[in-house]
T-cell receptor
């Protein structure tokens, strides 16, 4: 079967670093995406990984290991505005989208 | 680039009426658009995949006669919620590919309230 798992909720402190993990099982793979979604708003694209390794974009980085079915989103220098849900989803070999349930990230001062 | 415009952003309708939501790709052609539904504090739920010029593919459990999808052109897909019911109240979001950096571009969403 195909599925994606990510933690339901995480809490971190302003200025700190947090890593949100995403594990998946899929019969085919055409890339893994991370999105940020604030309450009541549409998701915004953060990153796309199709090859193994780390992709860094400013305060946000995303890592992929295809052999392990594992990805993580790393957020550095956390700001209060980073409080949001972070959605992990992948595209399988048929270009179908499979979504995780999202991780609610709470940032405390 | 890669902007998706969704309209209306909010709509309130009476039970039994129909509501149409439009999703337009403004600066690119989208052969495939996706329609999602999101309940409060829940992840996105894919409702259907809309393909230009052909019938939409609905996910299991989504009533195709209730949620009519039309993708008549490469830049426009519409979702019509027919005979709306209070349980249909939700946040509906469309997305299309290609988005920036290989991702999907999402519309701003439509908050539907059925009274």
């Amino acid at each position: 079967g195909q599925n994606i798992d990510q933690p339901t909720e995480m809490t971190a402190t302003e200025g700190a670093i947090v890593q949100i993990n995403c594990t998946y099982q899929t019969s085919g793979f055409n890339g893994l995406f991370w999105y940020q979604q604030h309450a009541g708003e549409a998701p915004t694209f953060l990153s796309y990984n199709v090859l193994d390794g780390l992709e860094e974009k400013g305060r946000f980085s995303s890592f992929l290991s295809r052999s392990k079915g594992y990805s993580y989103l790393l957020l550095k220098e956390l700001q209060m505005k980073d409080s949001a849900s972070y959605l992990c989803h992948l595209m399988d070999s048929n270009y179908q989208l499979i979504w995780g349930a999202g991780t609610k990230l709470i940032i405390k001062p | 680039g890669a902007v998706v415009s969704q309209h209306p952003s909010r709509v309130i309708c009476k039970s039994g009426t129909s509501v149409k939501i439009e999703c337009r790709s403004l600066d690119f052609q989208a052969t495939t658009m996706f329609w999602y539904r999101q309940f409060p504090k829940k992840s996105l739920m894919l409702m259907a995949t809309s393909n230009e010029g052909s019938k939409a593919t609905y996910e299991q459990g989504v009533e195709k006669d209730k949620f009519l999808i039309n993708h008549a052109s490469l830049t426009l897909s519409t979702l019509t919620v027919t005979s709306a019911h209070p349980e249909d109240s939700s946040f509906y979001i469309c997305s299309a590919a290609p988005g920036q950096h290989g991702g999907y571009t999402f519309g701003s969403g439509t908050r539907l309230t059925v009274v």
